[in-house]
């Protein structure tokens, strides 16, 4: 295929992932077949939104103003300018200034935060598992799964079962929970970059919350690692498009307000993600995954190679058996 055909081909699979990250309807029709889903996207909702980007919302337009108003920072706000001409005061009130903002920070907000994160980690499962059960009484859903079961080409992508299979399932997601922590390291150090940092920063994480968003119905599908990561790769155009939508919602906004709203967000795409049966072919023979018309691209490089050195410093026998369990 000609360059320019490859380029309109992966412009094409873009445009299709973005569409189907915009396709929010389906969060409302799952959350009217599921009240477990309703309630914990309801959780979700009042945790981040009201009560965290509240308390944000609350700090900048109410207490630090009256800070300001309590503890001025000019002489013409001085009621008696002989506190002005006291010497320091000015110092001093700006320094407590800060430190009763500071304080609302330690006590209040970055507790919030781990707490938010904590809890939120709890839910998105949750919200994947009533999500994709939804989806499961869905008629679509289970006719196209009953054809499916029909179909020749596809493979059970179970691994054994027993205590073999519960080994390689710990070992995959160690390797999982690994090689994501070094890629977020990756996205983290080319915003640093000059010029074009800002460009690959936003890409990668467009990628970064996609494999998130489509992990958890990896994860019920029992889809293994290293199929999924070669399927992601594979695809990349349209994993970068899905991913965008959720990059640019926090892009613009300091770091406490990206985690409020992403935490808001974050659980309508996994639910996009979750009806979404554009990639429904991750089930089928690897030598059709090639249909995108596009190369792959090594997007998981340098963290799998990473991840795969440090997983050498582990004793011998059992850095050679997580070996073994990421290439089954």
Known sequence: ???????????????????????????????????????????????????????????????????????????????????????????????????????????????????????????????????????????????????????????????????GGVMIGIGQQVYSILLLSVFFLEVYATGFVPYIGKLINFLLLSWMYAYYCFEYKWNFNEVALDRRLDYFESYWPFFAGFGSPCVLAIFFFSPLVSYGIMAILFPLFVLTATGSESEQEISFEKHKWRAAGVERLPIFYVADKVSLWMLSLLPLEKGDQVQDRKEQ
């Not at 609350?58 to 706000?77: E, F, M, T, Y």
């Not at 919030?112 to 998105?124: G, K, P, Q, R």
């Open 1 to 163: 295929m000609e360059v320019s055909g490859k380029v309109k081909m992966a412009a094409s699979l873009w445009f299709e992932g973005l569409g189907e990250a915009c396709c929010l309807h389906r969060v409302v029709l799952l959350c009217m077949r599921s009240n477990n889903l309703l309630m914990r996207t309801g959780q979700c909702f009042l945790l981040n939104g009201f009560i965290f980007l509240g308390s944000i919302f609350a700090l900048k337009s109410v207490v630090i103003p009256a800070l300001w108003w309590i503890l001025p920072g000019q002489c013409s706000q001085f009621v008696s300018h002989e506190l002005c001409d006291l010497g320091g005061t000015l110092k001093f009130y700006s320094f407590l200034r800060l430190a009763l903002i500071q304080l609302c920070y330690v006590l209040w907000f970055y507790p919030l935060y781990v707490f938010s994160i904590v809890l939120s980690t709890i839910w998105y499962n949750d919200i994947a598992k009533y999500g994709y059960a939804a989806m499961g009484r869905s008629k679509l859903t289970v006719e196209k799964g009953s054809s499916q079961n029909n179909s020749p080409t596809v493979q059970n992508v179970k691994g054994p079962s027993g205590l």
